[in-house]
């Protein structure tokens, strides 16, 4: 009895837990809230926004699927309150939906809002997991 259950916490697990060697660029939330992801690069001469990826705790999320381009990534991560669990210096542009944004300049008067995200040096690597944990750890 003791074997099966533990065979299937194993496969859960496995099943759970992103192939690295697939992954791109994955966003891995290790608070006690869902997070609502955005995350941007510089991309054929413009940064390019996208979101959203929700992201329960203890959980991950491929967020770029294809081999990094950029160097630094920049992301920000907000409640389902709209409070921000991650945010930063550096100015993006983010809609209340799903979206797709390039250029980061002028938000407001194009519609969008204007969100601080974190910029994550990926160190030139192909793929990078960014860990998300909460201000106590």
């Known amino acids: 009895m003791k074997l099966s259950v533990l065979s299937g916490v194993v496969a859960a697990f496995v099943t759970l837990v992103p192939n690295a060697g697939q992954a791109k660029f994955t966003f891995c939330n290790q608070t006690l809230d869902v997070a609502n992801v955005a995350i941007s690069a510089f991309n054929d001469g413009a940064f390019e926004s996208s979101g ?46 799903r979206f797709q944004i390039r250029g980061e300049e002028e938000c407001l008067t194009r519609g969008y809002i204007d969100a601080r995200f974190h910029e994550v040096d990926t160190q030139q690597s192909d793929s990078w997991t960014f860990f998300l944990r909460s201000a106590a750890d």
């Open 52 to 97: 959203w990826w929700v992201v329960g705790p203890n959980q991950c999320a491929e967020v770029i699927s294809q081999s990094l381009r950029s160097r630094f990534v920049y992301v920000f991560a907000k409640d389902v309150f709209g409070r921000a669990l991650l945010d930063g210096v550096a100015s993006m542009c983010v809609d209340t939906g």
